[in-house]
């Protein structure tokens, strides 16, 4: 009896629990619905995005209305060519106006700001509750004098090497390489079989690549954070060290003649690492996953796979250098509701899984990581157990950025003493005008 | 005194106002154009062309003029500079070497372009209908935007085993002159230079081509029948008589040149470390990447300045010509 009073006395309590979730998620989802309904209009969308990032924010898009169905999306698209940071400038000067925007470089978010164009999206994240999904430190690097300006939704590691497991297999290297000594090794293989190690594009800018995620290696984010921002000069002996460093990787013949990096931009390169398979790895970004399927027929995880930038053992081994795409709202948007109520539903669950099924990575703790291919749920956990640090190139003011390609092709046509002591001479003039 | 003496003298000796007078008869000529109402037509059908110019080249013009007078970076506001972009300029090493670009740029493709433009065209004036095809095919060529010629000339250049050059020089035995052209700075610009003047080559054909039609038969074969060799008539009658069309195919060319920037876009972006960057290029590297819009502005007047000083003088000559 007594047993089965108690069985009574849960029983009842079990049904009272759940009568309390239902009520309380009756409750819940009340106010949400009836917010979701106060949000209304038009969403105008400064958009530049292309090709599968295009087919992605589209499903975004279609995501959000299905959750604030009077809402909606229209876009100003931008057919740009290069820096796209061209077109949208001379869109917003020309008077388009647009309640959010993408955004990927930290310096151009700046010189929003400073402009007095964007918002302040400090309280949004506290009063929406966008922490729950994201971790602070992408709020940092939103963020600018401690107010966040960008709400990250997705993210790539520059600190991955493509390879095809065909070149690697021809040249006899069963797995891949964790410190640098192995991975300078490793180029005797390579190039043994007729491989050149590494594909350097250098026609424009993906040569900075290498001297980034070098230089972040030997001297840590911190550093790093230090040179963008000029408080250490270009002439600092972490810049030369890393030069040379950078150095010892061409002197060992990883990446064929200087001419040759300098006449390939970052597809070549690619091409001559994912299709010809005359070079062993590229580093650079994760848009080149997408494209090694799209374009190139490749099966990822089977055909090509990329590893992490090798540890250098200087202390530094912990850090991975990241680009970022995030929507930030103008300060003058007409319709800062629905702009708000947007950018608190990008990093949900429901929109963090669009971003995932369409082949990329999102910041969002909420994602569900079995929906990520190998490549990038490979250099999601490689992100996540490291410290991050943006691309450096993207940081920099774009007097200076020019400069710093320009005087890294210098570099790489003659990487000696004295061509590092004047390519820092000469970064170190430009950056002091530049601030 | 004759009679052919005394109207010589006549004529010299009458005022330059009589109506006698060149002078005369074109005011007798406008005040009746005018009384038929001939000159208020004309002005209304002037207008829409005006109206167009105005907004299309006279506004952006003066708005260019005032734009380099600012020091304009991004978005961030404008300060008034005064001269300072123009000095920045003369003292911008990187401006220097532009400068430098161009005028070899500008020189050598303009004499390789004009120049076999104005040998093949020539040839052809020899042989006319036996040349019409190859005529097409260059001409076709100028057709094409310079985009897609850079595209073109990107797949003949490229460093790998997929560049048609390459290939080619190994196909012949000659490997080891196979070279990234594009990527070493004593080759890039030449290359560029070649691949501009190949797609240029056509309009200069075209124009020496016609005015050597307009040689008069009846010279040409009076050459023959007084004995003179195809290279003697082509020589002395036929190249001195198509002078007119080469200074045409000259001046645009120039113009074309000077201006040139798609070509050198797509297959160099001005590099290697700049070596191919022209003052075209660099206006566009500090007016849309840098959107520096004052000192890109300060640039595209030297531009300017460089096209007038060519252009000028020539529209002068021609206009007398046609007078």
């Known amino acids: ?435 | 005194m004759t009679e052919a003496t005394s109207d010589i003298e006549g004529v010299a000796n009458k005022s330059p106002k009589s109506p006698a007078t060149g002078g005369g008869r074109r005011k007798l000529a406008a005040a009746r154009w005018w009384k038929n109402g001939d000159v208020g037509a004309a002005y209304l059908l002037l207008v829409p062309v005006l109206v167009l110019f105005a907004f299309s080249v006279i506004y952006p013009l003066f708005q260019t003029i005032w734009l380099s007078f600012w020091d304009i970076k991004g978005l961030y506001p404008p300060k008034f500079t005064g001269l300072g972009n123009f000095l920045a300029l003369a003292r911008d090493a990187t401006f220097q070497h532009a400068v430098v670009t161009t005028l070899l740029w500008t020189g050598c493709t303009t004499l390789l372009s004009v120049g076999a433009g104005w040998g093949i065209s020539l040839l052809c004036a020899l042989a006319p209908r036996q040349t019409l095809m190859p005529r097409v095919l260059i001409f076709a060529a100028f057709g094409v935007s310079e985009a897609v010629t850079g595209y073109i000339w990107l797949g003949i250049y490229r460093p790998d085993a997929g560049g048609l050059l390459n290939s080619v020089l190994t196909a012949m035995g000659l490997g080891g002159l196979a070279h990234p052209w594009l990527g070493d700075v004593n080759t890039a610009l030449w290359c560029l230079i070649i691949a501009y003047s190949w797609a240029q080559t056509g309009l200069p054909l075209i124009l020496i081509y016609a005015a050597t039609q307009a040689i008069s038969k009846t010279v040409i074969e009076a050459a023959y029948i007084d004995g003179a060799e195809s290279g003697a008539i082509m020589r002395h009658i036929i190249a001195p008589l198509s002078l007119p069309g080469l200074r045409v195919a000259l001046f645009i060319n120039l113009l074309g040149s000077l201006r040139a920037f798609d070509t050198i876009y797509v297959l160099t972006a001005g590099g290697p470390v700049r070596s191919t960057e022209t003052i075209g290029f660099f206006m566009y590297r500090e007016s849309f990447t840098q959107f520096k819009l004052g000192y890109g502005a300060a640039a595209t007047l030297v531009l300017l300045i460089a096209v007038l000083i060519i252009s000028i003088p020539a529209i002068i000559q021609r206009t007398k010509e046609v007078r």
């Open chain 1, 1 to 435: 009896m007594k047993s089965h009073a108690i069985a009574r006395r849960r029983a009842t309590i079990a049904a009272g629990r759940v009568g309390l979730i239902a009520l309380a998620a009756l409750a819940f989802s009340a106010p949400a619905r009836a917010a979701a309904a106060d949000v209304s209009g038009d969403l105008v969308l400064l958009d530049w995005a292309a090709g599968s990032e295009e087919d992605m924010l589209k499903a975004l898009e279609a995501g959000f209305m299905k959750a604030y169905p009077n809402v909606t999306f229209k876009e100003i698209n931008l057919t740009t060519q290069g820096d796209q940071r061209g077109a949208i400038r001379a869109a917003l000067q020309a008077g388009q106006k647009a309640d959010i925007f993408i955004n990927t470089w930290p310096a151009f978010r700046k010189e929003l700001v400073d402009a007095g164009m964007l918002k302040d999206l400090t309280p949004l994240w506290t009063g929406a509750g966008i922490g729950d999904n994201l971790s602070s430190s992408w709020k940092d690097l939103g963020s600018i004098d401690g107010k966040l300006y960008g709400i990250t939704y997705t993210f790539g590691d520059r600190s991955a090497m493509f390879y095809t497991t065909a070149t690697m297999k021809k040249a006899g290297i069963t797995a891949q390489p964790k410190t640098w000594d192995e991975f300078v090794a490793n180029f005797k293989k390579l190039n043994d079989v007729k491989v050149n190690p590494i594909a350097i594009g250098a026609k424009v800018w993906s040569h900075t690549e290498w001297f980034e995620s070098i230089y972040e290696h030997l001297n840590g984010v911190d550093m790093a954070a230090k040179l963008t921002s000029h408080q250490i000069p270009w002439t600092d002996p972490s810049v030369k060290n890393t030069l040379k460093k950078y150095a010892e990787l061409i002197k060992a013949g990883c990446c064929g003649d200087a001419n040759t990096m300098l006449a390939m931009d970052w597809d070549n390169a690619s091409d001559a690492v994912l299709k010809a398979g005359t070079y062993g790895y590229q580093m650079i970004g994760m848009w080149n996953n997408d494209r090694a399927q799209s374009t190139d027929g490749l099966k990822q995880g089977d055909d090509y796979f990329i590893t992490q930038f090798p540890a250098m053992g200087a202390g530094h081994d912990d850090v991975a250098s990241v680009d970022t795409k995030e929507f930030s709202e103008f300060a003058n948007a007409a319709n800062p509701a629905a702009a708000d109520a947007f950018l608190a539903w990008i990093d949900t669950k429901d929109a963090a899984d669009i971003v995932a099924q369409h082949g990329l990575a999102s910041p969002s703790t909420k994602v569900d990581g079995s929906l990520y291919g190998p490549v990038i749920k490979y250099s999601v956990d490689a992100v996540a157990n490291a410290k991050v640090q943006f691309v450096m190139g993207d940081l920099l003011p774009g007097d200076l950025v020019d400069e710093y390609r320009v005087q890294l092709q210098k570099f790489l046509q003659d990487p000696s003493d004295a061509t590092i002591d004047a390519v820092t001479q000469d970064l170190e003039a430009k950056a002091a005008s530049s601030y």
